[in-house]
Nanobody, 124 residues
Framework: QVQLVESGGGLVQAGGSLRLSCAAS????????MGWFRQAPGKEREFVTAINRSGGRTLYADSVKGRFTVSRDNAKNTAFLQMNSLKPEDTAVYYC?????????????????WGQGTQVTVSS
């Protein structure tokens, strides 16, 4: 089992940047594919980005492609989401998630563990 804790959210003006972190407990972080999701008020949770176990492959939603970058440091049991050129429509609670087993690839669904979320608010 793995526990995930997000941090780094906050209030930023449109065009600004934030870097989210997702710290994972346990000694097998490198065996989990990681993903980031977000949920805006009144909307369903949506996929943002995913990264495979080694960190060599990534996948992005069209809405964030070219602006967001996902990465991971397996030695530090941490995943990151660098968010640049933020827009008001990026405002949401952001969650990181971990998926064990399966193939070494990126996943958009089927995650086993979730963090508690961190609020990102982008003002216009």
């Amino acid at each position: 089992q793995v526990q995930l804790v997000e941090s780094g959210g906050g209030l930023v003006q449109a065009g600004g940047s934030l870097r989210l972190s997702c710290a994972a407990s346990g000694r097998t972080f490198s065996s989990y594919a990681m993903g980031w999701f977000r949920q805006a008020p009144g909307k369903e949770r949506e996929f943002v980005t995913a990264i495979n176990r080694s960190g060599g492959r990534t996948l992005y939603a069209d809405s964030v492609k070219g602006r967001f970058t996902v990465s991971r440091d397996n030695a530090k049991n941490t995943a990151f989401l660098q968010m640049n050129s933020l827009k008001p429509e990026d405002t949401a609670v952001y969650y990181c998630a971990a998926k064990g087993g399966g193939y070494d690839r990126m996943y958009t669904t089927g995650y086993d563990y979730w963090g508690q979320g961190t609020q990102v608010t982008v003002s216009s």
